[in-house]
């Protein structure tokens, strides 16, 4: 039996990647992506997330209920906040995409960086990240790392080559102080493969943040 996987989405730079991780994964779900782009233009302009922002999670959170979800994802860090106050409202099973690579990042280290080209993505995955080891009882060091002016490359030079090299220079520039990293964005995965001789943990969302959905679709 098919089951419905919703998928909020606030870009469509990761859309596929989703799509294919979960089809592997899951190779009889049925996928709803919801996409709003302009709502991550917003929360940068806002600086963070404002009351707009909570409405349209709250209504795309409550149509994937309507449309007959049997689980609904969110793959957008920057508004994870928005998204805690809308899983309130329902009643299926609700996972953000990257819960998981919070609690990996907490297991495997004290001294935690975290690398984001937007600050409304990076600040809200760091308070994730703290908010985690309380729970886990745990005292960590949480440093995050803004390769500015990268996202911009990426999203209005339409550059790719050049952000990955800004995000790779300040990754080599500040990864010996850390015990762990973590890629605040899961667009940011692309250059996994430039770190490998780093031999320390490099986290990103997008393969543990889609493991989560087998214990609903399993």
Known sequence: MLKKV?????????????????MEDFPDADIH???????????????GINTSVIKRMC??????????????????????????????????????????MAKLA???????????TVPTTLAPSCRLIEKVAREMNKDVKVVPHLVAGAFQILADEKNPQKHNDMVLTEIYATHI????LVLAQAS????????????????YSLQSGIKQLASVLK
């Open 6 to 22: 919703a998928v909020i989405h606030t870009s469509l730079a990761i859309l596929e990647a989703v799509d294919k991780q979960i």
């Open 33 to 47: 992506n919801i996409i709003d782009q302009r709502i991550l233009q917003d929360v940068i302009d806002n600086g």
């Open 59 to 100: 209504l795309y959170t409550q149509a994937a209920e309507d449309m007959g979800a049997d689980v609904v994802l969110n793959a957008c860090s920057s508004v994870g906040e928005a998204f805690d106050i809308a899983r309130q409202l329902v009643k299926i099973p609700t996972l953000k995409i990257d819960d998981p």
């Open 106 to 116: 907490v297991e495997k280290g004290c001294n935690i960086g975290v690398y984001g």
């Open 177 to 180: 102080e850390h015990d762990v």
């Open 188 to 203: 940011m995965a692309v250059v996994i493969p430039a770190l490998r001789d780093l031999e320390k943990p490099v986290l």
